[in-house]
T-cell receptor, first 114, second 113 residues
Framework: SAVISQKPSRDICQRGTSLTIQCQVDSQVTMMFWYRQQPGQSLTLIATANQGSEATYESGFVIDKFPISRPNLTFSTLTVSNMSPEDSSIYLCSVEKGEGEPQHFGDGTRLSIL | GESVGLHLPTLSVQEGDNSIINCAYS??????FIWYKQESGKGPQFIID?????DKRQGQRVTVLLNKTVKHLSLQIAATQPGDSAVYFC????????????FGGGTRLMVKP
């Protein structure tokens, strides 16, 4: 499976600031996704990162709050904008190498907002 | 440690016993299911998957059973070890077109030595 690296692994941020999380894969993948995992809960898909075009957002998530980039087949970023304590969560990148293959996850970014 | 799994149902088993983790899914049209294991401080790790044309699939020490009639999925872990302690999630394709996954609520497995 692909090796997925997320940076930063954790951060503590001030309310009202923004943070960009990076996801780097060691090989080209067809699909990249961003999930949120709130404390004690399961994973919720934020958006699908599309190469060369705007991300596809799930209900409840908007581009102004979670802008996403995917400039190539191995890299994507997620920005959490204008953060509030409710954004404290684990943010996870996942990738799918090809059709019919399972998604594999990075180790996540643990974000705390004061 | 992480707060993942704090509010999740917990299964406690003795080391060496077999574990069975259950999952009910909602979409009768789902044709693919995945089990993930999430250890503290890490992302979900792929364990095993199964397609809807199968009832059973075996891996190393793990077996997944699929009952489409009652929309039920189970993960069986043989000879459970302390390293199996983690939160386990089942996942199925999301309701919309595309490759998104919908995750179940998760079960925390605790292995007693």
């Amino acid at each position: 499976s692909a090796v997925i690296s997320q940076k930063p692994s954790r951060d503590i941020c001030q309310r009202g600031t923004s943070l960009t999380i990076q996801c780097q894969v060691d090989s080209q993948v067809t699909m990249m996704f961003w999930y949120r995992q709130q404390p004690g809960q399961s994973l919720t898909l934020i958006a699908t990162a599309n190469q060369g075009s705007e991300a596809t957002y799930e209900s409840g998530f908007v581009i102004d709050k979670f802008p996403i980039s995917r400039p190539n087949l191995t890299f994507s970023t997620l920005t959490v904008s204008n953060m509030s304590p409710e954004d404290s969560s684990i943010y996870l990148c996942s990738v799918e190498k090809g059709e019919g293959e399972p998604q594999h996850f990075g180790d996540g970014t643990r974000l705390s907002i004061l | 440690g992480e707060s993942v799994g704090l509010h999740l149902p917990t299964l406690s088993v003795q080391e060496g016993d077999n574990s069975i983790i259950n999952c009910a899914y909602s979409n009768s049209a789902s044709d693919y299911f995945i089990w993930y294991k999430q250890e503290s401080g890490k992302g979900p790790q792929f364990i095993i998957d199964i397609r809807s044309n199968m009832d059973k699939r075996q891996g190393q020490r793990v077996t997944v059973l699929l009952n489409k009639t009652v929309k039920h999925l189970s993960l069986q872990i043989a000879a459970t070890q302390p390293g199996d302690s983690a939160v386990y999630f089942c996942a199925e394709p999301g309701p919309d077109a595309g490759n998104m996954l919908t995750f179940g609520g998760g079960t925390r497995l605790m292995v007693k030595p």
